[in-house]
């Protein structure tokens, strides 16, 4: 079936450093690619995300690459900041399906001051 | 708008009690999401439904889960009888149509079945 793997788990930087999240999917159908911040006690929320036709997107201190061919996604964060500090989830849409979205298990990122 | 309402926030029963779970999503959503997040198996999806029509159910455990729409702005989450094993946080979402559309997720609702 339908499955997102997300690395690393967990994720240490300095701050001011930056931090990468990789993640890749199985279905090449998959043509949506959202990503969650989730913060203590709170729901998922949508930060950025990546259409398949397009190969990188921007947005201030985020950018979000994809590699359609490889099946890879990637979650760059420049400059980070305390405030960064939250899990981080990937996900892939399945159009085809019914608007399906699988999330991968995210990654924690800690960002010391 | 408010965006997704869930209640309640906390829940503490007892094993084999009734729990219930109430989500009310954005309005002129029309696709409605419910989750379970554990540490062991992150961010699950349980059920969906498009205009208050179940459409996947293959996420949900076992007989003991079952969730309705009775409207366009109304869902139940409900386990009977509620075991250990399912504490979890439950998420409620909602988005537009569409495949690629942003899913707005609820605060959750934090179970705890003793």
């Known amino acids: 079936g339908e499955n997102v793997e997300q690395h690393p788990s967990t994720l240490s930087v300095q701050e001011g450093d930056s931090a990468v999240i990789k993640c890749t999917y199985s279905d090449s159908a998959s043509n949506y690619f959202p990503w969650y911040k989730q913060e203590l006690g709170k729901g998922p929320q949508l930060i950025i995300d990546?259409?398949?036709?397009?190969g990188e997107k921007k947005d201030q201190r985020i950018a979000v690459t994809l590699n359609k061919t490889a099946k890879h996604f990637s979650l760059h964060i420049t400059e980070t900041q305390p405030e960064d500090s939250a899990v981080y989830f990937c996900?892939?849409?399945f159009g085809g399906g019914g608007f399906k979205t699988i999330f991968g298990a995210g990654t924690r990122l800690f960002v010391k001051a | 708008d408010a965006g997704v309402i869930q209640s309640p926030r906390h829940e503490v029963t007892e094993m084999g009690q009734e729990v219930t779970l109430r989500c009310k999503p954005i309005?002129?959503?029309?696709?409605l999401f419910w989750y379970r997040q554990t540490m062991m198996r992150g961010l699950e999806l349980l059920i969906y439904f498009n205009n208050n029509v179940p459409i996947d159910d293959s996420g949900m455990p076992e007989d003991r889960f079952s969730a309705k729409m009775p409207n366009a702005s109304f869902s139940t989450l409900k386990i009977q009888p509620s075991e250990p094993r399912d504490s979890a946080v439950y998420f409620c979402a909602s988005r537009t149509s569409g495949a690629q559309s942003e899913q707005f997720f609820g605060p959750g609702t934090r179970l705890t079945v003793l």
């Open positions: 996900a892939a849409s």
């Open positions: 990546i259409r398949s036709n397009v």
């Open positions: 309005s002129g959503h029309d696709y």
